[in-house]
């Protein structure tokens, strides 16, 4: 278990540094974005070379960051029920989720988009659009991303086996800091309260 539990923590740290690194693609799509917009409006051009780059660098945070979203427990989870279960139950609902439907998901798309990527580079298609960008760099970004999120599946599977055999702490809730609505949500609550609480404390004086 201590070896697959070293494995885990080495998919964990790639993960955690394609998602460091992720949000400037995200930056550079959206300086090209507003570059593609002055330009096209002072000097009324427009290239459509540029407008598929930042595509293409949007297409490539959206996707090789998703292992990193799973490593950071941000996915859409739907808790109705699962938040009312017993610890171990939620566990075991993450084990089967991660074994019998996102590894097979994540296989099955690196089963047929490999394949596909390949025959882009090998036939060098272009983009339909005049003056466009050739195509494999952006198809690309399936299989790189699909490979990541696979691998930190297999990394959440583990440390929830972990826990459960009592070699691990607890896998489950968000990690990181809290979000901004979190966090004004909770100043909107401290607030209420201390409204609720002054009057008692003046009648007390």
């Known amino acids: 278990m201590q070896a697959l539990l070293k494995l885990s923590k080495a998919i964990d740290w790639l993960n955690a540094q394609v998602g460091k690194y992720a949000i400037w693609l995200i930056f550079a799509a959206t300086l090209i974005s507003a570059g593609n917009a002055v330009v096209r409006k002072v000097f009324n051009y427009s290239s459509n070379a540029w407008l598929e780059v930042q595509w293409y660098l949007f297409a490539w945070s959206f996707l090789v960051a998703a292992g990193y979203t799973l490593l950071q427990r941000e996915h859409v989870r739907i808790d109705v029920l699962n938040s009312r279960l017993p610890k171990k139950v939620q566990v075991w609902i993450d084990i089967l989720g991660f074994a019998l439907f996102l590894t097979p998901l994540c296989m099955v798309a690196l089963y047929l988009n490999i394949p596909m990527v390949i025959e882009k580079i090998q ?7 005049a003056g466009g960008l050739v195509r494999w760099p952006v198809w690309l970004a399936l299989p790189v991303g699909f490979a990541l999120l696979l691998l930190q599946g297999w990394s959440e599977l583990i440390k929830r086996v972990a826990y459960l055999r009592g070699q691990g702490p607890d896998p489950m809730g968000r990690l990181g800091d809290k979000s901004a609505e979190e966090e004004l949500a909770e100043e909107l ?6 409204k609720d609480t002054a009057p008692a404390a003046g009648g007390a004086r």
């Not at 036939?123 to 659009?129: D, L, P, R, T, V």
């Not at 609550?189 to 201390?194: A, P």
């Open 123 to 129: 036939s060098g298609e272009m983009s339909a659009n």
């Open 189 to 194: 609550l401290r607030t209420t309260q201390n």
